[in-house]
């Protein structure tokens, strides 16, 4: 018998997206002078108009969050700034659903990832740091310290709202104020972040959201009244930010790309792991820094492994994101759809074996079927690039230490994951793996008391968890 799914889809009369945004300063809303659109890239639809903000517009959102840095938050015991911050979380929480809709019409994610992970973790990141906001001299950091002051936020389009409350909870946890810029196709959970902040009575200037694209963010990183740049995003821009911040005393967090190694030992419980492969690399699109979007397995059982991870793919429901059952969304751009295309190709043409689950596609929007690479060397692009994009490249090992030597071979250092049933084998490779974050026999699990970031091209710094409350104080780190 075949069961077939019907369709269930979410409704999104549970949002109301106005047809033209501006920037939000000083606790008001600012006409922007020329816009973008906002699609969604499922659809391909206009949602919204976009303001491109200006130097002039980052000029005024610097002084406002000055000017509240000076008179208000700053004046603040930990105490009070962490009410402000149970309050962000909590409506966060009430408006959960609008939440989850308009990131899933904006950015193309399936709304059952961005109703069960997104949402409730950028929640959650509000509620921690709001229980850190009194207790600093608790958290093992230097509280002979002071917040930095203002603080310069540019996030991917990837997570929109899960990095922003990534940033943003532990600036004002520690008592800094904020000037965020969103991704250009991903601005709109950012807009009604701003909502938020209005109607838990915020204090103006604590956060101010100005959008836009690059040069946006370019005049955030060099406006001379910004004490602090939190960035993440590719290592590209990664690497302009850090020049350009070179000659001056501001400080630096990067969280760039990553070419997650996946290891399966010979002894791993196969069917846990194929479970996990697939969400190590189809979560999200693979539109994920630290997905294991390198699949290396022990040749031993490399065969069983890739014929059930086939079969499994082949079960991955790929079409509408609101649609409750769907667990593979659109690409998140026309730009973004051109690189995984791109990179697939020069896949084939170095000689690797191309493999993509029987899905049928949309015909409007931005679609990639799951696919897999096999017979990859770790001279092909497809080893060594981040395609972030669902496109696993699986390479093969015959020795542990072939296995080690492989996973750490790339300029990038996030995530890695490993498979085994034998605890040893586990601890004896997460002290050779050069990863800021191992997973063991799971993948892709976060947690706001864990802090996040990378080694090498992938990043300074972390986030999250203790760590990276010491980033938003002054010498505490960097
Ligand atoms: P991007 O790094 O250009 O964009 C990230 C953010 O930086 C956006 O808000 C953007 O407006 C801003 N930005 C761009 N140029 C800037 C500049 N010169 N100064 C300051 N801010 C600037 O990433 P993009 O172009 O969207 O994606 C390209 C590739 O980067 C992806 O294919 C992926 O491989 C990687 N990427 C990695 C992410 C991660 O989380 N590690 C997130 C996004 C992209
Ligand atoms: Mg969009």
């Not at 009410?83 to 904006?106: N, P």
Request: charged letters at 20%.
């Amino acid at each position: 018998m075949n069961f077939e799914y019907a369709a269930a889809p979410e409704s999104r009369s549970v949002v109301k997206i106005d047809p033209v945004y501006g920037h939000f300063i000083n606790g008001k809303w600012v006409n922007g002078s020329s816009h973008f659109n906002s699609i969604n890239p499922a659809t391909e639809e206009v949602l919204s108009q976009i303001a491109l903000g200006t130097a002039a517009d980052v000029d005024a959102a610097v002084k406002a969050a000055r000017n509240a840095f000076d008179k208000s938050w700053s004046k603040l015991s930990g105490r009070e700034r962490g009410k402000y911050l149970y309050r962000i979380a909590r409506i966060m929480q009430e408006r959960a659903r609008e939440f989850a809709v308009l990131e899933t019409l904006d950015n193309g994610k399936p709304i059952r990832e961005s109703r069960d992970v997104d949402v409730p973790l950028s929640a959650a990141h509000f509620f921690y740091h709001a229980g850190w906001a009194d207790k600093l001299e608790y958290a093992g950091v230097d509280t002979t310290t002071a917040p930095h002051g203002v603080v310069g936020q540019i996030i991917p389009w990837n997570f929109p709202l899960l990095m922003l409350a990534w940033k943003v909870a532990p600036a004002l946890a520690t008592g800094n104020t904020v000037v965020l810029k969103p991704a250009e196709t991903t601005s709109l959970t950012a807009l009604l972040f701003a909502q938020v902040c209005q109607q838990a009575g915020l204090p103006d200037g604590v956060v101010n959201i100005v959008t836009g694209d690059g040069s946006t963010g370019s005049a955030i990183v060099n406006h001379p009244g910004i004490d602090k740049i939190a960035f993440t995003g590719s290592t590209e821009v990664g690497k302009l930010i850090a020049r350009a911040l070179a000659p001056t005393n501001k400080s630096l967090t990067l969280e760039l790309g990553g070419k997650g190694a996946n290891i399966v030992f010979g002894d791993a419980a196969i069917d846990e792991t194929v479970e996990g492969i697939v969400n190590g690399i189809f979560f999200n699109q693979g539109h994920v820094c630290c997905a294991g979007s390198r699949l290396i397995l022990q040749e031993s059982i490399a065969d069983e492994v890739l014929e059930k991870l086939k079969r499994r793919m082949d079960k991955i429901r790929v079409g509408d994101p609101l649609d409750k059952n769907t667990d593979l969304g659109a690409i998140n751009s026309a730009e973004q759809l051109a690189k995984i295309r791109e990179l697939t190709a020069a896949g084939e043409a170095e000689g690797a074996g191309r493999w993509s689950a029987n899905c049928e596609l949309p015909t409007n929007g931005f679609w990639f079927a799951p696919t897999i690479f096999t017979g990859v060397t770790q001279a092909h692009r497809i080893a060594r690039e981040e395609i972030f994009g669902p496109v696993l490249s699986v390479l093969t090992f015959r020795t542990p230490a072939e296995a080690i030597e492989k996973a750490n071979n790339t300029p990038f250092g996030l995530s890695a994951g490993i498979w085994s049933e034998k605890g040893s084998n586990i601890l004896w490779a997460t002290q050779q793996l050069r990863a800021g974050v191992i997973w063991a026999n799971t993948f892709n699990k976060f947690d706001p008391a864990s802090p996040f970031g990378g080694y090498k091209e992938s990043g300074w710094g972390r986030e999250g968890g203790r760590h990276g409350l010491s980033a938003y104080l002054k010498g505490s780190a960097k």
